[in-house]
């Protein structure tokens, strides 16, 4: 009994240091795109890049099209690995939610103005095997207004160490949305990741990659 009431105290002190209009922005944000919403998707890194479209009125598994790999059409082949891979893709079990990993009663606010508020908070692991999140930071920013998250940033706070022989100097991911507007949500638009790192003290792990969200269309969702 007197474990279930620390409990209670604990989770209450927890959600006192959220302030209303940022839980009710937290209860209402996703990462990825809402359902009913076709969207293409252009990613780039180390020189390469792909360009897809998913189309939410076609059937669960036939949704995503490659549409360009390195700035051309797909060859054949090329289209049948995509398939594949899409295809195994959909089969895996999906990350942790960043809101549900956020460490609530480190929450603290670093900035505020009138149409804008920016919070910090510490990151608990998403699994048993998670040796990242103790090392990074999360950064939300608030559009007041509207009661959304407009930006999220990821960054490290020192050097870590993910997994044996793998040292990460840092890392940097900043997601930003859209503001909603009548008759559309907040929207992912971008995210960008910088990394900086070394594997067994020879191999240059450092790059960048950006996904780039664009003409988002509604949708009716398919017949079933």
Do not use: N
Not at 58 to 80: H, S
Not at 106 to 112: F, N, P, R
């Amino acid at each position: 009994m007197r474990l279930v009431v620390l409990f209670l105290l604990i989770a209450s002190f927890a959600l006192a240091a959220v302030p209303p209009e940022f839980e009710a922005a937290l209860k209402a944000f996703r990462g990825d795109p809402p359902r009913g919403w076709s969207y293409t998707q252009t990613t780039s890194a180390e020189g390469k890049s792909t360009v897809e479209r998913y189309d939410a009125a076609r059937p669960e598994f036939d949704r995503w099209k490659l549409l360009q790999k390195d700035g051309r059409a797909p060859t054949g082949t090329e289209l049948r690995e995509y398939a594949d891979a899409r295809s195994r893709r959909s089969r895996t079990g999906t990350a942790p939610k960043l809101v549900e990993q956020l460490d609530l009663p480190t929450l603290e606010k670093i900035a505020d103005d009138a149409e804008r508020a920016t919070f910090r908070a510490k990151l608990r692991p998403g699994e048993s095997r998670d040796h990242t999140a103790p090392f990074l930071r999360a950064t939300l920013v608030l559009h007041k207004a509207t009661q959304t998250i407009e930006s999220v940033e990821l960054g490290s706070v020192s050097e870590f160490a993910p997994t044996f022989g793998v040292k990460i100097a840092s890392l940097r991911t900043l997601m930003t949305y859209s503001l909603p507007a009548t008759g559309r949500p907040t929207l992912p638009q971008k995210v960008a990741t910088r990394i900086r790192g070394r594997a067994f003290l020879v191999k240059s792990l450092d790059g960048e990659m950006s996904v780039v969200y664009s003409d988002y269309q509604h949708v009716s969702p398919p017949a079933r």
